[in-house]
């Protein structure tokens, strides 16, 4: 069974630091597609990254940048120079390949406050 | 395009009436998925429809929750005689097809029940 594991339930961080969220994942399948959403407190969810399990090539978006290291399953998500509208909860989440069924497996989420 | 629609977006039923939950995808997608979050918790699969079928309704509790997906029409997810335990934010999310792991969520509906 799939499984998706967020240690960090809380970080407050100083305005203008960097911050790094961590997720580790378990699978058995070889191929899986990973994810990292974006809950804001008005409480909709943003999509922010998607990754399939071939492709383990870090990615840089702006002041995002996520690390996927399939060594230790793990898909860390880092933001540079925060800025108080990045305070939100960050889920991690991974989908399957089974019979077209794509559901998605969430971890318990980090709640990140950014303090001015 | 809009995006995936859900309404209402804030419900409040008494204990032991019924919650409809509607979920209309994106134009084009033929297949919906329904995740419930409880508070501060991450979210939760429930039930994955494509067209008149359901295809996986694993995460679903086995009484008082039903879900549907007509040819025509929103997708609704139904709770029966709710309890305070219903409370939660159900998110529904849409894909155009399999093999794509593409999954457009909705701003979800925030179902309190007094």
């Known amino acids: 069974a799939q499984k998706v594991t967020q240690a960090q339930t809380e970080i407050s961080v100083v305005e203008k630091e960097d911050v790094t969220l961590d997720c580790v994942y378990e699978t058995r399948d070889t191929t899986y597609y990973l994810f990292w959403y974006k809950q804001p407190p008005s409480g909709e969810l943003v999509f922010l990254i998607r990754?399939?399990?071939?492709?383990?090539q870090n990615e840089i978006s702006g002041r995002y940048s996520w690390n996927f290291q399939k060594s230790t399953s793990s898909f860390n998500f880092t933001i540079t120079a925060s800025q108080v509208v990045d305070s939100a909860v960050y889920f991690c989440?991974?989908?399957?390949?089974?019979?077209?069924?794509?559901?998605?497996?969430f971890g318990t989420g980090t709640r990140l406050t950014i303090i001015p | 395009n809009a995006g995936v629609m859900q309404n209402p977006r804030h419900l409040v039923r008494r204990r032991g009436q019924e919650a409809r939950l509607r979920c209309s995808p994106m134009?084009?997608?033929?297949?919906v998925y329904w995740y419930r979050q409880l508070p501060e918790e991450g979210l939760k699969f429930m039930v994955y429809l494509q067209k008149e079928n359901i295809i996986d309704e694993s995460g679903m509790p086995k009484e008082r929750f039903s879900a549907e997906f007509p040819k025509e029409g929103p997708s609704i997810l139904r709770i029966q005689q709710v309890v305070r335990g219903d409370s939660a934010a159900y998110f529904c999310?849409?894909?155009?097809?399999?093999?794509?792991?593409?999954?457009?969520f909705g701003p979800g509906t925030r179902l309190t029940v007094t």
């Open positions: 989440a991974l989908s399957e390949q089974s019979f077209g069924n794509e559901k998605l497996t």
């Open positions: 990754r399939n399990s071939f492709d383990e």
């Open positions: 999310a849409s894909s155009p097809t399999s093999f794509r792991h593409e999954q457009y």
């Open positions: 134009k084009g997608h033929s297949h």
